[in-house]
C-alpha cells in the first residue's frame, strides 16, 4: 500500500520526465538536475531486480589503383570514396592484431586499443555489430571465443578501441588483462546485430548492466553523430558502484549537447553518500516512470547486460541467433515482443 501511495505521488514526476520525449518548446534555461533529482524517488520502489552477477557475458572494397589516379591531387578527398576496411566478414576468418596502448579505468576494467592492419584502415564495422576474439592458451584444449562491441568510432583510422571489464575465472577478459602492448590477439567480423537506420525509430530505449552498455553506446553513438537522425533516447543503466559506470563522461556529454533528446538514469546497488540518483535496483515502477509508453507508436526497446538482468528485465535470449520469448518486467508493463531487442 505505501509502494502505491508513493507512485501515486510519483505520477506528475512521470509526466515532466517524458517531456524532453515531445517536440522542444521555446528554451526556458532550466537544468536537469531537478529531473534527477526528482526521478530518485522511483527508483525505491517497487519490487522488480536484478543481480549484477560476476560472470563473462556470453564491406566495402578498396578503390583500384586506376580509380585511384583519376583523383586530381589538388582535390579534396570524396566524402563518398570507398574506404579501405579491416574486417570485411565472409571467408575472411580471424586476423591478428597488435596491442598498442592500455589504459586503466577502474578497478577492473581496461581500455584496450589495437592497430588495424594499415594506417588507413577503418574497421568495417557497422551499427550495430561486434567483433570476435579468439585465444587459445598453452594448456588448453579448445580456443576460447568471445564477442567484443568496440568503443571507437567506426570512422576511426588505424586503431580499434574496446572498453574491457575482468571477470574472475573468464578466460579472455583475464588474458587480454595480462596483454603487454606489442603483443597480438585474433579478431574476426563483424557480427551483424541490430541493423540500424537513421529515423528507423522516434523513441528508443536503451537498458543495461555492466559491460552491457558498450553495444549500447555504439548505437547511441551512431544515431548523435548523425545530424540527419532525430531519433529519442533513453538510457537505464545500472551498476554496482559509481566507479563502475563505464562510458558516464561520454553520456554525459551527450546529455548537455542533446537535451530535448537524451536523458540517462543511473542505478547503484552500492551508492556513495550523498548520491542523488537510484539506489538498489532497476525496478518497474522505474521503468514505468522513464520509459516511452508501450502503446507509444515507433518505439525501440534495447537490452543488454548480465544474465541476471535478462532475467528480470526482458527474459534471456533463446540462442546467440534467436531472440526467445519476452517475459520479465517488460512483458508486465505491455511492451510487445516487436518493441524489445536483446543484445
Not at 534555461?29 to 527508483?43: D, E, H, I
Not at 589516379?69 to 589538388?74: L, M, R, S, V, Y
Not at 598453452?138 to 568471445?146: D, G
Request: glycine residues 10%.
Amino acid at each position: 500500500m505505501l509502494a502505491r501511495q508513493l507512485f501515486r505521488s510519483a505520477q506528475p514526476l512521470k509526466q515532466h520526465v517524458r517531456r524532453y520525449a515531445d517536440p522542444p518548446g521555446p528554451a526556458s534555461g532550466g537544468s536537469n538536475t531537478a529531473v534527477y533529482g526528482l526521478v530518485a524517488g522511483a527508483f525505491a520502489l517497487g519490487g522488480g531486480y536484478y543481480y549484477y552477477k560476476k560472470t563473462e557475458p556470453k564491406a566495402q572494397a578498396p578503390p583500384s589503383t586506376a580509380e585511384q589516379k583519376t583523383i586530381p591531387k589538388e582535390a579534396a578527398p570524396s566524402a563518398s570514396a570507398p574506404q579501405k576496411v579491416a574486417f570485411t566478414g565472409g571467408d575472411q576468418g580471424f586476423i591478428d592484431l597488435k596491442l598498442e596502448s592500455v589504459e586503466n579505468i577502474n578497478h577492473n576494467t581496461k581500455k584496450f586499443r589495437f592497430a588495424l592492419p594499415n594506417k588507413d584502415d577503418v574497421s568495417g564495422l557497422q551499427i550495430a555489430s561486434a567483433l570476435l576474439t579468439k585465444y587459445k592458451g598453452p594448456e588448453m584444449e579448445k580456443p576460447v571465443i568471445r564477442p567484443y562491441t568496440p568503443t571507437s568510432d567506426e570512422d576511426s583510422k588505424g586503431y580499434i578501441d574496446f572498453v574491457i571489464k575482468k571477470y574472475p575465472n573468464g578466460p579472455m577478459s583475464e588474458h587480454l588483462h595480462n596483454m603487454e602492448p606489442n603483443q597480438r590477439l585474433e579478431f574476426k567480423g563483424p557480427i551483424p546485430k541490430y541493423p540500424w537506420q537513421p529515423n528507423k525509430h522516434d523513441h528508443i530505449a536503451l537498458i543495461g548492466g555492466g559491460t552491457g552498455i558498450t553495444p549500447l553506446y555504439q548505437l547511441a553513438r551512431a544515431i548523435f553523430k548523425n545530424p540527419e537522425d532525430k531519433t529519442k533516447v533513453t538510457l537505464v543503466f545500472g551498476n554496482l558502484t559509481e566507479e563502475d559506470i563505464l562510458l558516464k563522461r561520454e553520456f554525459e556529454d551527450l546529455e548537455n549537447e542533446y537535451p530535448q533528446r537524451f536523458r540517462a538514469f543511473y542505478v547503484l546497488d552500492k551508492p556513495p553518500e550523498g548520491w542523488q540518483q537510484g539506489k538498489g535496483h532497476v525496478t518497474k515502477e522505474l521503468l514505468k516512470t522513464v520509459l516511452p509508453e508501450p502503446k507509444s507508436e515507433n518505439i525501440k526497446i534495447f537490452v543488454c547486460g548480465p544474465p541476471g538482468l535478462y532475467k528480470a528485465v526482458s527474459g534471456a535470449k533463446k540462442s546467440p541467433a534467436e531472440q526467445g520469448e519476452l517475459t520479465g518486467m517488460l512483458k508486465e508493463m505491455g511492451y510487445g515482443q516487436d518493441q524489445v531487442y536483446k543484445f
